[in-house]
């Protein structure tokens, strides 16, 4: 494959797309997908959910441009949906942190239910698991269940949806299953304080080993 051919956004200087007042490069992607970005405009202009989403996120940043926190734009967003009641699925480790975001969302007149990961107690072993790879061996040790976040969550009619800090994979997983929209409010990183873009701030220098192959050995195959 050329060089050019394996370009895409993370390759571009000019972002054309944004502005507009320069050129496309030539493997740009909304020229390439002229056709189909035809088909989200009408998508974003109609009363779908998609439609009320897109507007209500491009308001909020219009409005609030620099202005809000996130914390404070979520509830705006979700304010300007009408949402009625709001889902938090929590990662154990950050179930204090849940518990001030529910208080805080519900003094602005939305009601919360909040599921814990380790909703459903199933330990990590019955689902294949060795014991040897707990955090801790040989004690009980619930896996993190985002389906069952998510079951809850639907059954209760949640109309939008916030993780706070589900492990990577765990969020794909209560995603793939949650009827309402799903928006993010903590990203977990364990050794960055939940701010995984620190870990781009210091590659240059001190974290410089991220952009060695040597740190990505490839998995064993199984
Ligand atoms: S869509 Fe085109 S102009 Fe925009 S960032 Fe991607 S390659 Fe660049």
């Given at each position: 494959m050329?060089?050019?051919?394996?370009?895409?956004?993370?390759?571009?200087?000019?972002?054309?797309?944004?502005?507009?007042?320069?050129?496309?490069?030539?493997?740009?992607?909304?020229?390439?997908?002229?056709?189909?970005?035809?088909?989200?405009?009408?998508?974003?202009?109609g009363h779908s959910l998609d439609g009320k989403l897109a507007r209500a996120a491009a308001e909020i940043e219009g409005e609030y441009y620099g202005r809000l926190t996130r914390l404070e734009e979520t509830i705006r967003f979700a304010q300007k949906l009408g949402?009625?009641?709001?889902?938090?699925?929590?990662?154990?480790?950050?179930?204090?942190?849940?518990?001030?975001?529910?208080?805080?969302v519900r003094t602005a007149g939305i009601e919360t239910k909040t599921v814990i990961c380790k909703v459903g107690a199933v330990d990590k072993t019955e689902i294949g698991l060795p014991e040897e790879m707990k955090v801790?061996?040989?004690?009980?040790?619930?896996?993190?269940?985002?389906?069952?976040?998510?079951?809850?969550?639907?059954?209760?009619?949640?109309?939008?949806?916030?993780?706070?800090?589900?492990?990577?994979?765990?969020?794909?997983i209560f995603n793939r299953h949650s009827k309402a929209p799903v928006t993010t409010f903590v990203v977990k990183d364990r050794v960055l304080g939940h701010n995984p873009l620190a870990a781009l701030y210091t590659s240059k220098f001190y974290y410089k080993r991220i952009l060695d192959e040597k740190t990505f050995p490839k998995p064993r195959e199984k």
């Open positions: 050329s060089k050019v051919k394996s370009f895409s956004c993370s390759e571009c200087s000019v972002r054309n797309c944004y502005r507009r007042d320069k050129s496309y490069p030539a493997f740009c992607l909304t020229e390439e997908f002229a056709d189909a970005a035809e088909s989200t405009r009408k998508l974003y202009r949402v009625k009641k709001l889902g938090i699925a929590s990662c154990v480790g950050l179930l204090d942190e849940a518990s001030l975001y529910a208080k805080i801790c061996p040989n004690c009980a040790e619930s896996c993190c269940n985002p389906a069952l976040q998510a079951k809850v969550l639907n059954e209760w009619g949640s109309e939008l949806n916030v993780l706070v800090g589900l492990c990577v994979g765990h969020d794909a």
